[in-house]
C-alpha cells in the first residue's frame, strides 16, 4: 500500500489554501483586534509624540492655532496587531491577514456608532419607530444600517483626519464637527463622511479620523454654548448706566412670555465655518 | 413632561422655559392611614383602626454648593479677554431640572422661579475678599449690619455644618444688580441639542438636555468683570424692597460658582480665520532660522520626530519615530509578519539613525495583548483548538475519498512518526470500526 496518510495531510497543511477548515475566530478576539485597528486602546503619547506637531504659535497679538491633516499608516496598525498576535503565535499570517480586512474594525465601528445613536434616542421613541429613527440617523453619519462588512475605504484603511489646536476647542466644549469627501458618483464634495473617532484630548486639542478622503470639514458652533446677542433686539437698562438691564420691560416690549422665548430671540446665530483641503498640501509616499 | 414651550420643532436646538423636577427638595412627611369596616360585619375582635404611620424622607438637591462636574460650560470663558460688550454672560449646567430644584421662598406656586441667578459685578464694585468661606450656621447668623437670606435648616444640614462660600455684597450693590422676582423667570432655560457630531459622551448633558442661567447684566469694558452664580433662595424679600439711601447694611449670599474674563477686543471670528490659514500636513514645525539638512528635513517632511532612544547595550541615541498618522497618503502593501520587535526596526542610512515606528507598534500591541487577559486566554485556546483540530479534519476528508477498511486503517497507524493527534485520532477509529 503506497498510500501515506501522514505525507498527504502535511502536504494539505503546507498547501495554498491555508485558511481550510479554520474555526470561526473567537468573538474576544475579533473584539480586541477591531478595537486596536481602531486605535482604541493606544496611548495618546504613542499617536502624537511631540509638542511640536501642534503648535499654538501668536501672530499680531492673535492666536494663530492649526489644523494639522494625516492619513492613517495601514502598516503600523498591521504592526501592532502583528505584536497582540505575538502572545500566541509571531507567524500568523492566518489571523493578521484577516484583522487586515479591516473586517474587525469596521465592525467595531459599526457597533460604536450605533451605541451612540440608541443612546441619544433611548427612552423618545416606540419600539417601531426606534429602529426607523436609529437607520436615519446612522445613515446621515455615513453608516450603513445592519451591514458591519468593510466599505471599500475601511477594507484598504483610507482613513484621514485632521488635529486642531485653538481657543475654539476650549470656548466651544462639544464643537461639531463634520467631514466631507467627494461622491461616489459625482465629483461633487458633499458626502458626509463616518466620522470614526473625534476626541478632544486636552483643552485647545481636538482630533477626529474618518473614512475616506477628507476634502471638506464644517467646524460649527455648539448649539449649548452659543452665546446671547443683545444686539439683535431692543434692549431697556435700568437707570444707572451700569449695564443692568430692565427685563421686565425688554420683556414687555418684545412680547416676552417666558425665558424660552428670550432665549430664543437673544440667541445668536451659530458659527459655522467650512474649510476646503487643499490635497496638493498632502504629499504621495515616494 | 411638563414642557410648557417646545417650540423650534427643528432638530438643531430646542428651547423650554423650565422643567420640573419630580419633587424639589425639602422634607417631606408621608402619613399612612387604614381603616376597615370589617368589624362591622361580625368579624369580632377586628379593630377599625390601625395606628396611624408617618414616614419622614428628604430629597436632596444642591443648596450651598454644587460639583464642578454639574458645570458643562460658561460664557465667556474663565480668564478670558474678548469683545463682550454685547453679550450677556451665562453659565450651562449638566442637569435639565437643576435651578428648579429648590423652591425659591417655600411658597408652592412659586414652583416655576428659579432658585439662582448670575450677577455680573466688576472688580470695582466687588472684591474677592469679600468671599469668605464659613459654615452654614454662622452663614444664617444675622447681625445689625449683615443681612442673611431667610432659609430653615433641615436635621442633617444641622447636623453636617457643612461649609459653603458666601460672598457678602453692599445692599444697595444687589438691589441696583440683582434681578427682580418677576424677572428671574426670563433668566433661566432649558435647551435640548442634537449630540449627533459630538466628540466625547461627558458633555453630552441630560440626554442632550441643559440648563442655562443667563446673566441680567452686560459687562463693562475695560476692566476685569466677575460672574457669581448665587443662590437666592430665601432672598426675595430683598430682592423687591425698594433701595434706602445710604443704606449701610450687608446681605450675605451663597456662592456656587464664579469666574472672571475682561471685556477686551478681540474678536472669535479672527481666531477662526486665523485658524482657517494655518491647514498643514501633520509634520514638525521648527523654530525660525532652524536650518536642517536635506536628509533631516526629508525625514521631517514624512511626519518623523527625533526622539532619545536608549538602546539594549544602553548606548544613549537619536532615532525617528512617528505615530500612525502620517503626513502623506499611506498605502497598504502585502501582509508581512515580524518574529519581535527588533525584526520591525529600520534604519536610515542618509541620517544614520534608526526608525522605531514600526518596532514601537509592535511591541505596543504585544503589551496591550498582555493587558487583556480575556484576549490572550481566547487567542491561545483558539490557536491550540486550530492546531489539533485542522489535521484530523484534513485527514477526515481524504479518508472519506478512500475506501476505509482495518487493514488500511492499521497501515496508517503503522506509518504514524510524529504526529501524535493524529495517531491518537487513527487509533480512535480503528478501535470503533473493529467494535
New interface residues.
Given amino acids: 500500500?503506497s498510500?501515506?496518510?501522514?505525507t498527504?495531510?502535511s502536504k494539505?497543511?503546507k498547501g495554498k489554501d491555508k485558511a481550510?477548515?479554520?474555526?470561526p475566530?473567537?468573538?474576544?478576539?475579533s473584539?480586541?483586534l477591531g478595537k486596536?485597528g481602531a486605535?482604541e486602546?493606544?496611548p495618546m503619547h504613542?499617536?502624537?509624540?511631540?509638542n511640536?506637531?501642534l503648535?499654538l504659535?501668536r501672530?499680531n497679538n492673535?492666536?494663530?492655532?492649526?489644523?494639522?491633516?494625516?492619513?492613517?499608516?495601514?502598516?503600523?496598525?498591521?504592526?501592532?496587531?502583528?505584536?497582540?498576535?505575538?502572545?500566541?503565535?509571531?507567524?500568523?499570517?492566518l489571523i493578521?491577514?484577516e484583522a487586515?480586512t479591516g473586517k474587525y474594525t469596521a465592525e467595531f465601528y459599526y457597533n460604536e456608532a450605533t451605541e451612540?445613536?440608541k443612546?441619544?434616542i433611548?427612552?423618545?421613541y416606540l419600539p417601531e419607530k426606534f429602529e426607523e429613527e436609529l437607520k436615519n440617523?446612522l445613515e446621515?453619519?455615513g453608516v450603513k444600517y445592519e451591514d458591519k462588512t468593510p466599505t471599500a475605504n475601511q477594507s484598504?484603511?483610507k482613513y484621514t483626519?485632521?488635529?486642531?489646536r485653538?481657543?475654539?476647542v476650549?470656548?466651544w466644549?462639544?464643537?461639531?464637527?463634520?467631514a466631507y469627501g467627494k461622491s461616489d458618483t459625482t465629483e461633487k464634495i458633499d458626502k458626509k463622511l463616518q466620522?470614526v473617532k473625534?476626541?478632544?484630548i486636552s483643552y485647545d486639542i481636538?482630533y477626529c479620523i474618518c473614512e475616506g478622503l477628507i476634502e471638506k470639514i464644517e467646524?460649527?458652533q455648539?448649539?449649548?454654548?452659543?452665546?446671547?446677542?443683545?444686539?439683535r433686539i431692543d434692549i431697556v437698562k435700568?437707570s444707572?448706566n451700569?449695564?443692568?438691564?430692565n427685563?421686565?420691560e425688554i420683556?414687555k416690549k418684545n412680547g416676552?412670555k417666558?425665558?424660552?422665548?428670550?432665549?430664543?430671540k437673544?440667541?445668536?446665530i451659530?458659527?459655522k465655518?467650512e474649510?476646503t483641503?487643499?490635497r496638493k498640501?498632502?504629499?504621495?509616499?515616494k | 413632561m411638563l414642557s410648557?414651550?417646545d417650540?423650534?420643532e427643528e432638530k438643531?436646538?430646542k428651547?423650554?422655559?423650565?422643567a420640573r423636577p419630580p419633587l424639589p427638595g425639602g422634607t417631606y412627611v408621608l402619613k399612612t392611614k387604614l381603616f376597615t369596616d370589617a368589624g362591622k360585619d361580625g368579624l369580632k375582635g377586628m379593630p377599625s383602626k390601625f395606628e396611624a404611620k408617618e414616614i419622614k424622607f428628604q430629597i436632596t438637591a444642591p443648596r450651598f454648593g454644587i460639583s464642578t462636574e454639574l458645570i458643562?460650560?460658561v460664557?465667556p470663558?474663565p480668564g478670558?479677554t474678548g469683545d463682550y460688550q454685547?453679550?450677556?454672560p451665562?453659565i450651562?449646567l449638566k442637569r435639565k431640572t437643576f435651578c428648579w430644584e429648590r423652591v425659591i421662598d417655600g411658597n408652592k406656586t412659586n414652583f416655576d422661579k428659579p432658585w439662582v441667578c448670575l450677577l455680573?459685578f466688576t472688580e470695582e464694585e466687588v472684591k474677592l475678599e469679600q468671599i469668605k468661606e464659613m459654615t452654614t450656621e454662622t452663614f444664617l447668623k444675622e447681625d445689625a449690619d449683615v443681612k442673611v437670606p431667610i432659609l430653615t435648616l433641615n436635621e442633617d444640614e444641622k447636623i453636617a455644618k457643612t461649609k459653603l462660600k458666601a460672598l457678602e455684597l453692599d445692599m444697595n450693590l444687589f438691589k441696583?444688580?440683582a434681578?427682580?422676582l418677576?424677572?428671574i423667570?426670563?433668566?433661566?432655560?432649558?435647551?435640548q441639542?442634537?449630540?449627533?457630531?459630538?466628540?466625547?459622551?461627558d458633555?453630552?448633558?441630560d440626554?442632550?438636555w441643559?440648563t442655562?442661567v443667563?446673566a441680567?447684566?452686560?459687562?463693562?469694558k475695560g476692566i476685569t468683570n466677575y460672574a457669581f452664580l448665587v443662590s437666592i433662595e430665601g432672598c426675595t424679600t430683598y430682592m423687591e424692597e425698594p433701595m434706602i439711601a445710604n443704606d449701610s447694611r450687608k446681605l450675605r449670599l451663597c456662592l456656587l460658582h464664579q469666574w472672571q474674563f475682561i471685556d477686551m477686543d478681540?474678536k472669535?471670528?479672527?481666531?477662526?480665520k486665523?485658524?482657517?490659514n494655518?491647514?498643514?500636513?501633520?509634520?514638525?514645525?521648527?523654530k525660525e532660522g532652524a536650518n536642517p539638512t536635506e536628509h533631516i528635513k526629508r525625514c521631517l517632511?514624512?511626519?518623523y520626530?527625533p526622539?532619545n532612544h536608549i538602546r539594549r547595550n544602553d548606548e544613549k541615541s537619536v532615532s525617528w519615530?512617528?505615530?500612525?498618522?502620517?503626513?502623506?497618503?499611506?498605502?497598504?502593501?502585502a501582509?508581512?509578519?515580524?518574529?519581535?520587535?527588533d525584526q520591525?526596526l529600520r534604519f536610515d542610512a542618509n541620517t544614520n539613525m534608526f526608525d522605531i515606528?514600526?518596532?514601537?507598534?509592535?511591541?505596543?500591541?504585544?503589551?496591550?495583548?498582555?493587558?487583556?487577559s480575556?484576549?490572550?486566554?481566547?487567542?491561545?485556546?483558539?490557536?491550540n483548538?486550530?492546531k489539533r483540530?485542522?489535521?484530523i479534519?484534513?485527514?477526515k476528508d481524504?479518508?472519506l475519498k478512500?475506501n476505509v477498511n482495518q487493514e488500511?486503517l492499521s497501515?496508517?497507524i503503522n506509518?504514524?512518526?510524529s504526529?501524535e493527534v493524529?495517531t491518537d485520532y487513527?487509533i480512535e477509529l480503528w478501535n470503533k470500526n473493529t467494535k
Avoid at chain 1, 481550510?20 to 474555526?23: C, E, H, R, V
Avoid at chain 1, 475566530?25 to 478576539?29: A, E
Avoid at chain 1, 492619513?71 to 502572545?87: K, M, T, V, Y
Avoid at chain 2, 449630540?195 to 466625547?200: A, C, D, I, P, W
Fill in positions: 500500500m498510500y501515506n496518510l501522514f498527504e495531510v494539505v497543511l481550510i477548515n479554520m474555526p475566530v473567537p468573538k474576544q478576539v473584539d480586541f486596536l486605535l486602546e493606544v504613542n499617536l502624537i509624540i511631540d511640536k506637531y503648535p504659535g501672530e492673535a492666536e494663530k492655532g492649526c489644523i494639522k491633516l494625516f492619513a492613517l499608516d495601514p502598516e503600523w496598525i498591521e504592526c501592532l496587531i502583528n505584536g497582540a498576535l505575538s502572545l500566541a503565535d509571531e507567524n500568523d499570517q493578521l491577514g487586515m451612540k445613536v443612546k441619544q433611548i427612552g423618545q440617523r446621515n453619519n484598504n484603511w483626519g485632521f488635529f486642531i485653538s481657543s475654539i476650549s470656548t466644549k462639544g464643537v461639531e464637527i463634520i466620522v473625534l476626541e478632544q481636538i467646524i460649527i455648539p448649539a449649548e454654548t452659543i452665546h446671547f446677542d443683545t444686539s435700568r444707572g451700569d449695564g443692568v438691564l427685563i421686565s420683556a416676552f417666558d425665558s424660552a422665548m428670550l432665549a430664543e437673544l440667541l445668536a451659530p458659527y465655518t474649510l483641503i487643499d498640501i498632502v504629499k504621495t509616499w | 410648557k414651550n417650540r423650534n438643531v436646538l428651547l423650554q422655559s423650565f458643562h460650560s460664557y470663558l478670558s454685547n453679550t450677556l451665562h450651562v455680573v441696583r444688580v434681578p427682580k418677576d424677572e423667570n426670563f433668566l433661566a432655560h432649558n435647551r441639542v442634537n449630540t449627533n457630531n459630538k466628540g466625547n459622551n458633555t453630552n448633558g440626554k442632550g441643559y442655562t443667563v441680567n447684566r452686560l459687562p463693562i478681540e472669535l471670528e479672527d481666531v477662526v486665523n485658524l482657517n494655518n491647514v498643514k500636513p501633520l509634520t514638525i514645525e521648527l517632511d514624512f511626519g520626530a526622539i519615530y512617528r505615530g500612525p498618522f502620517v503626513p502623506l497618503n499611506a498605502e497598504h502593501h501582509i508581512k509578519t515580524y518574529k519581535n520587535a520591525a515606528s514600526y518596532a514601537s507598534a509592535w511591541q505596543l500591541g504585544r503589551l496591550l495583548a498582555l493587558q487583556d480575556s484576549f490572550s486566554i481566547a487567542l491561545s485556546n483558539w490557536k483548538a486550530y483540530d485542522r489535521p479534519k484534513i485527514a481524504l479518508l478512500q488500511l497501515s496508517f506509518d504514524a512518526e504526529d493524529l487513527l
